[in-house]
């Protein structure tokens, strides 16, 4: 916390950000990080960050809620798992955001993936289709929480 703060000090314009990743090197959830972000959030809420992305799109993340420490800052809210083959629905997608909004405000959510789909070149998680599938249900997501 006290070295993010020391890196963003001073720093004035572009939107800082921190992601909290909970592994992306396998498509099997039981062997990546998993808890709740509960006992991270008091840190979190104290960093000088705008944004934080963080991982929601699994259960093993723990309750959405944890999230209402962030009030004020804005929350990059992962809704789709770039380590899965299934691709999520828009809908739920929609849902997910608006209880994110309902906790921290409607202008404070971005919807992303959980990680990034640009896993190891000599073993991606995730293929190049099916990653263009889970953004295109972002976009989706996104059209639907725009009207």
Request: with cysteine; aromatic share 6%; charged share 25%.
């Amino acid at each position: 916390m006290d070295l993010i703060n020391r890196v963003v000090a001073g720093i004035r314009g572009p939107i800082t950000a921190v992601h909290v990743c909970r592994g992306n090197w396998s498509r099997e959830d039981g062997v990546l990080l998993s808890g709740g972000y509960e006992d991270l959030m008091p840190y979190l809420a104290r960093m000088n960050v705008d944004l934080f992305a963080l991982e929601y799109a699994t259960p093993r993340a723990g309750a959405l809620e944890a999230v209402s420490a962030l009030k004020g800052k804005l929350l990059g809210l992962g809704v789709v798992n770039p380590r899965t083959m299934e691709v999520e629905d828009p809908e739920w997608i929609v849902q997910r955001a608006r209880q994110a909004a309902d906790i921290l405000g409607h202008d404070k959510v971005m919807l992303n993936p959980d990680c990034g789909f640009g896993t190891f070149a000599d073993r991606p998680v995730s293929s190049a289709e099916i990653a263009a599938e889970k953004l295109r249900a972002l976009v989706a997501a996104a059209r639907i929480l725009r009207t």
